[in-house]
């Protein structure tokens, strides 16, 4: 029988603490995200950010595990996914660091956009699945002409984009970005954010998203988490919002090697 979705809350974190082959790179970590709701997730190089994300998504680098607390992604465990985890990585739409540079150069635009449709359903329609792409290449503002050719064939930038359509293929209840807006100009960035918004207000999709841009948490209306050697150091609502742990300032802690 299919799990029952925890459908109220996305993805909770309870004193979660993540080591990387014995080294703890997470330490006691709480916060709560609702649909609809977005998290931004800041901090220098180091703190873990890309540790914490990759965990969340349900596709953690290798040696990374739950070494304290527990993290439920739409209900399910991260401690003890079991079989559980096929659903978790099904419902999470995961761009990672690096993605764009990553795409797998065999296969077209099109395949691998598709693929995480078409590596589940072997007989899915390809008239409708096509559309789904076109609809995709439109949206990251594209050219449908896009679709035949490779990655190599194109720019960092539209490489990004593919790697944002491919994430959001499936129609995510939850999406995970590391980086989002890596290789965006401006005019562009307003196409990713404009799909993540999208999403959101009209499915109710999550969002926790690596960026240390200082206008994503106004420009997503996002909540704020502040990491620092693995610490969460701020939460908050924007930028000004957030509140601070009282040793140490801001700016000292964003700054932090």
Known sequence: MPRTLDTDVVLRADDLSLARNGVRVIDGITFTLLPGRTLVVRGATGSGKTSLVSLLSGDPDDGLGVVGGDARVHGISARHPGRARREWVFHTGYLPQGAGAALPSRLTVHDVISEPITSRDRRVNTRALAVRVATLLDEMELPLGTAPKYPYELSAGMRQRVALARALVLEPRLFVADDLYANLDLEVRAAARSAITRRRDERGMASLIVTNDAEAPRELDADVLV???????????????VQWTPDGTPERRLSAP
């Open 227 to 241: 990491l620092h050697a693995g610490h969460a150091v701020g939460l908050g609502h924007g930028d000004h919002a």
